[in-house]
Every structure is written in C-alpha cells, then in structure tokens.
C-alpha cells in the first residue's frame, strides 16, 4: 500500500516537473477546479508516469520504456522519459485522437498502433517489451503510479485545508485512489466521489461486488475513461479507505459535451471530456457536493470541435457567465522511499 511517505517522496521528487495547479473557483458550480490541464503534457498523468521512471533504477530502464495508452498518459511517458533521456514507445488505439498522438511524438515517443480495446494494447506492448527488453509503465495499476497521482490530494488537502468533497474522474483507478491516498497523507477529512461514463461503469460495478469486474465492452465520447476494469491495485487502496468514498456517479456523453462547452465559455478553460466528467456529475445533479468542494479536472487535450455549438452551458444557459478566482498553491516536503520495480524480462 502507497504510504503518507510515499506520497511526500513523490511530490518531491515532481519539484520542478509537474506544475502545482491552482484552484479556481467557478461561481455557477459552486466549487472550485483543480486544473490538471495546467501540466506540460495537459493532463495529471505526468505525475505519476515520472514518479515510476525516475524511481526505476537505472538498469530496468537503460534500453526504455513502453506503455499502453489511449493517450494522455503515453504523452506523460514520452515527455518523462526525454527527461531522463531514455528511449520511449507509446502503444495506442487505432481511435486515439489525432491530438493526442501528436502529443505523444511532440516529446519524442514512438507510436503503436494496435486494435481498439485497452487489453489489445496491453498485449501488444506487453509483447514489445518482451522482444525488445523495454521497462513497461502501466497506465494505473502500479503503487508508484498510485503514489504520483496522489499529489493531487496533497495540493488539495494544503491549499484548501476545509474542503469537505472531492469529485474526481475515473478511468482505472489510479487518480481516485491516488486522491484518497494523498488526501489523507495531508490530513484532509474531504470525502470523495468518482465520476464514470454511463457506458463505462467499472468502478461503480467493482464496489458493489467487492472486486475489480471486468465489462464486456465500454463507449464514451470520454476515451480517458473508457477501461474495462479499474487496477486490482488501485481498488485495493479504494477499498482500504471505503469510508472516505461518498460514491461513484454516471454521466451520459450528452452531459460530458455540454460540460466542455460549459468549461470553454463560462470558465475559458478548453477541456477534454474525461476532464469534463467532474463538471458534467455537478451540472447534471449526479453528484450534489458538500462545500467547499472541488472538481479535479484531469486533462486538457481536447478535439477543437468539441468546443464549438451552444449546448445548456452557452450564453443565456443556466448560471450566466462564472467569477473564476484563484487559490494560492502549497509547499511539500519529503523523506526517501523505496521502489517495487523489477527488470524487464528477455525476449527471444
């Protein structure tokens, strides 16, 4: 299990890699936003994708890394590794958006392109890694992944101390987990909702069977949220800390469009809809958060498209234009961990 240490080692080792993001308070939503799109690659994926390079040692790492990814946390894997200057290869799906692979080879990474499903990439990087003795980064389910993502928490729990909810998006479990663990490494009582697409309700399904299931198949519009099934490690730290989880609520790909928009207009902010996903649980009454609350809004790589149309969050919409103000950020501090990494196995 990810430790209060392990989180503090982290979030010093992230000193002068990842960007502590503000918190801006939207006065229609009544909470503030916690803007991961701030980060150099556009999403929160940069915090826990270097944490697991930068704690590899150097031998597992030599010949590079490669991961899987729909495509924020491989352009977190292309941008870590650059900086500690090893080769990186990002396996992707034949959808992936076009600005997200372009994302990926911005900051050098090589790009795989292989079927459709979270499993399908897995496979084949999995298989890379074997021929070409590559270090595998998974996206969520490793406890150093789990440990950089709950940076999050620990900004939000130190530079709001009395925030009572925390709404966040969930694809495999690795930034909620993440949260809860770095909340209360910070000494935060915040309890936390996730957020999942309609047609993505892994976590909500693995809770109430007390295991991680696997679904059949997943759609949304929201494709950072679309795994089949949340981390067997990740649901572990969840299930440890049950009672700091309010719930898991389900928007449809209506409310993720119109909370982009929402975003775009109101807070001029461009989002993608997984980052969306925590506004479009507020907007949509999925989710009524006790304030002070924030909405952890996880990335900002988005289609341009999307951002054009009226949508219920234009002009004249509910709420009218939004006051956004900014919270100051906090300070961290750190002891040393340790790291479960091993060698990558030889190919043939």
Known sequence: MVTAQDVREAAAGLAGVTVRTPLRYVEPLGAYLKLE???????????GAYTAIRRMPEQVRRNGVITYSSGNHGQAVAYAAQLVGVRAVVVMPETAPAVKVAGVKRWGGEVVLAGRTSEDRQRAAEQIAARERLAVVPPFDHPDIVAGQATVGLEIAEALPDARTVVVPVGGGGLIAGVVTGLAAGGSRATVWGVEPAGAPKLARSLETGRPVRLERTASIADGLITLTVGAIPFAHLAAQRDRLAGVALVDDDAL????????????????????????????????????????VSGGNVDPSLLRGRGRGGPGGPGGPGRVRSLGEARFWSPTTTSPWSAPSRGS
């Open 37 to 47: 799109n701030l980060q150099p690659v556009g999403a929160f994926k940069l915090r």
């Open 257 to 296: 469009l119109d909370a982009v928009q929402f975003l775009w207009r109101h807070a001029h902010v461009a989002i993608e809809p997984s980052g969306a996903a925590t506004t479009a649980a507020v907007r949509s009454g999925a989710v009524r958060p006790v304030p002070p609350a924030v909405l952890i």
